[in-house]
Nanobody, 126 residues
Framework: QLQLVESGGGSVQPGGSLRLSCEAS????????IGWFRQAPGKKREGISC????????LYADSVKGRFTLSRDNAKNMVYLQMNNLKREDTAIYLC???????????????????WGEGTQVTVSS
């Protein structure tokens, strides 16, 4: 059973930066694809980025492309989401998710993932 814990959220002004972390407990972390999602009040959960297990291929949603950077450190069972140039519309709960699959692709669809963290709040306001 894989457990995921997000951290690094907080309040920041527009244009600021945050780095979110997703720590996984369990084994064979390098066989898990990891996705980041966010959910704002009254809105559907949105996939924003994912990284594959086999070769570290990364996808970004258009809404965050060029501002967010995803990376993983398999030795530490960690995935990081560096968020720069934050905008008010980035305000949401951010969640990481995992699926055990050894392939070169990942997807940003909620139903594809088997494990979820509880999320961390990101608030962007002046």
């Amino acid at each position: 059973q894989l457990q995921l814990v997000e951290s690094g959220g907080g309040s920041v002004q527009p244009g600021g930066s945050l780095r979110l972390s997703c720590e996984a407990s369990g084994f064979a972390f390098d066989y898990y694809a990891i996705g980041w999602f966010r959910q704002a009040p009254g809105k559907k959960r949105e996939g924003i980025s994912c990284i594959s297990s086999q070769d570290g291929s990364i996808l970004y949603a258009d809404s965050v492309k060029g501002r967010f950077t995803l990376s993983r450190d398999n030795a530490k069972n960690m995935v990081y989401l560096q968020m720069n140039n934050l905008k008010r519309e980035d305000t949401a709960i951010y969640l990481c998710a995992a699926r055990i699959v050894h392939q070169t692709e990942c997807v940003m669809t909620t139903g594809w993932y088997d494990y979820w963290g509880e999320g961390t709040q990101v608030t962007v306001s002046s």
